[in-house]
């Protein structure tokens, strides 16, 4: 791991250089860290990449944040700081790292070449039971999240099971805050401002942020390509690796 001080606090990442040309961002949704984007940044992946713990998450320390703005915000700074140490003019995001993926397009000075947002959307609302569940009985909330039809929609035990340690590591302070953030999101009125070229990308089993998030996507930011990959759900670049790196390999290729 490598790390970058900003901000009075120090956030990691993982690098790697697989390829030719600047890296590729990967930012984590809910409670994960940079192992989600494993078969990304690998030698199989999609190019050189850098894949960051957000504040709170993986190997970066915690501070305290209110769920919302304030930790959108402060997720932002760690991107950028990320991005500016790396060289990386291409941000990918899944689920909540999407949301600040976008937050970083229309609130931070970062020149940008393109967006990959998976398994996101303008709106990131979250139901009033799941938020409670993840507050007063969190272990319960990790399994719900992993019922069929939403992270994963036919993935196998280990890669169930590795997706839940994620998680369970995070802990629920963080991983609830994370969620009350994602129910707080919502650009939908300002993505006429994103002009760099998007991707939007999802499963077709995708119960979290349906298919429906994405097309929304596709028809309201300026400059987006959708994909609706077949056989996968919400962590589709988990669910179907190769489908996935081949759809964003070429469409950073145009």
Not at 89 to 111: I, K, Q
Request: overall charge negative; glycine content about 10%; charged content about 25%.
């Amino acid at each position: 791991m490598e790390y970058v001080d900003h901000h009075g606090r120090e956030t990691a990442y993982r690098a790697t250089d697989f390829g030719d040309g600047a890296p590729v961002l990967y930012i984590h949704g809910s409670g994960g860290y940079h192992r989600v984007w494993t078969q990304q940044y690998g030698p199989d992946g999609v190019g050189p990449a850098a894949a960051v713990d957000l504040t709170g998450h993986g190997e970066s320390a915690d501070i305290d944040l209110a769920a919302g703005i304030e930790t959108l915000d402060a997720y932002a700074d760690d991107v950028v700081a990320v991005a500016e140490e790396t060289g990386a003019r291409t941000l990918v995001g899944n689920s909540l790292g999407g949301g600040v993926a976008l937050w970083v397009a229309l609130e931070r000075d970062l020149p940008l070449d393109a967006l990959v947002l998976c398994g996101t959307g303008a709106k990131l609302g979250v139901g009033d039971d799941l938020l409670e569940m993840l507050d007063s009985a969190f272990e319960a909330g990790v399994e719900a999240v992993h019922s069929p039809g939403l992270l994963f929609h036919d993935a196998d035990q280990e890669t169930v099971e590795r997706s839940k340690e994620q998680l369970l590591e995070t802990g629920a302070k963080v991983t609830a805050r994370d969620f009350r953030t994602c129910d707080a999101f919502d650009v939908r009125d300002r993505l006429d401002e994103v002009e760099v070229p998007a991707l939007a990308i999802t499963g077709e089993h995708d119960g979290m942020t349906p298919p429906s998030f994405t097309e929304y996507l596709g028809e309201h930011l300026p400059n987006c390509e959708t994909a609706i990959l077949e056989d996968c759900a919400h962590l589709s670049m988990v669910e179907r690796p190769e489908a996935w790196n081949e759809q964003v390999r070429a469409f950073l290729a145009d």
